[in-house]
């Protein structure tokens, strides 16, 4: 019975505000070619968006994973982080 309440009162997850998500995009997009923001500017972010910076390092590792412009920049600029090579020595 006090498991049944507790699942009932799980609080929701929310998400970022469309201002914020959008203010944190364009700069992934702006910086593509190395979208790795430094302390100080995760610090800068924080600030500006009221996230922790903890959040904004979380944004950011989940929009590289996602956006698919910065998967074909990779594939494209660094070619041989991307291809595998499997041979045996005899």
């Not at 702006?30 to 972010?45: E, G, M, T």
């Amino acid at each position: 019975m006090k498991l049944k309440l507790i699942l009932k009162y799980k609080k929701k997850r929310r998400n970022f505000p469309k201002l914020v998500v959008n203010f944190l995009r364009d700069w992934f997009h702006n910086n593509i070619h190395y979208p790795y923001p430094s302390d100080n500017l995760k610090n800068i972010f924080s600030d500006c968006t009221g996230l922790t910076k903890k959040q904004i390092t979380n944004f950011f590792i989940t929009e590289r994973k996602r956006n698919k412009n910065y998967k074909l920049y990779k594939l494209y600029h660094y070619p041989s982080h991307n291809i595998k090579i499997h041979f045996r020595l005899k």
